[in-house]
T-cell receptor
Framework: DSGVTQTPKHLITATGQRVTLRCSPR?????VYWYQQSLDQGLQFLIQ???????AKGNILERFSAQQFPDLHSELNLSSLELGDSALYFC??????????????FGPGTRLTVL | KNQVEQSPQSLIILEGKNCTLQ??????????LRWYKQDTGRGPVSLTI???SENTKSNGRYTATLDADTKQSSLHITASQLSDSASYIC???????????WGAGTKLIIKP
């Protein structure tokens, strides 16, 4: 158990809908990262937050947004969902704002299925 | 362009055998290189983090090597077990803005 929690574990929804994925980082970690992993694909970095502020942005679509709250949990909002958004969404956390030499700890993921 | 390439794409070996997975990168400047193990449907778990000055690093039956001159790394698994069946992902940390460059992974299957 990495100490990173993600909810829900599974999510099934329809095209055009909006969903929210939630992540709680390890105790003491200030950075949260979001990744998308489509079937049999590698991980794609979406976005990083550090202590409530956006720190780095990857290949995140305009339909997706995220935020980190004062208690450091983070939410990833996915809207106008398309079939291609079906994927595993992972959250990771680290102690530093720079991933540099610090380790990232990954949560168990949320499996999103868009029908 | 910063890239991380892994080979082979997939590998099947018998339980008890050894294997070596390869990672070549073109990331510059270089900060560190990481190997992760990802079980199917689970989050990646870190195996090692290697900096420029480290040539070899072990974690139990896993041994990673790094040749920063040729920009190559390998992950050697000794006496494989069924629980080693997973994807192994090489990740290189770029040294200026500390962006992580992810490889596509090698899918390892251990057969009894």
């Amino acid at each position: 158990d990495s100490g990173v929690t993600q909810t829900p574990k599974h999510l099934i929804t329809a095209t055009g809908q909006r969903v929210t994925l939630r992540c709680s980082p390890r105790s003491g970690d200030l950075s949260v990262y979001w990744y998308q992993q489509s079937l049999d694909q590698g991980l794609q970095f979406l976005i990083q937050y550090y202590n409530g502020e956006e720190r780095a942005k990857g290949n995140i679509l305009e339909r997706f947004s995220a935020q980190q709250f004062p208690d450091l949990h983070s939410e990833l909002n996915l809207s106008s969902l398309e079939l291609g958004d079906s994927a595993l969404y992972f959250c990771a956390s680290s102690s530093s704002g720079s991933v540099g030499s610090v380790e990232q700890f990954f949560g168990p993921g949320t499996r999103l299925t868009v029908l | 362009k910063n890239q991380v390439e892994q080979s082979p794409q997939s590998l099947i070996i018998l339980e008890g055998k050894n294997c070596t997975l390869q990672c070549n990168y073109t990331v510059s400047p270089f900060s560190n290189l990481r190997w992760y193990k990802q079980d199917t449907g689970r989050g990646p778990v870190s195996l090692t983090i290697m900096t420029f000055s480290e040539n070899t690093k072990s974690n139990g039956r896993y041994t990673a090597t790094l040749d920063a001159d040729t920009k190559q790394s390998s992950l050697h698994i000794t006496a494989s077990q069924l629980s080693d069946s997973a994807s192994y992902i090489c990740v290189v940390c770029e040294g200026s803005n500390y962006q992580l460059i992810w490889g596509a992974g090698t899918k390892l299957i251990i057969k009894p």
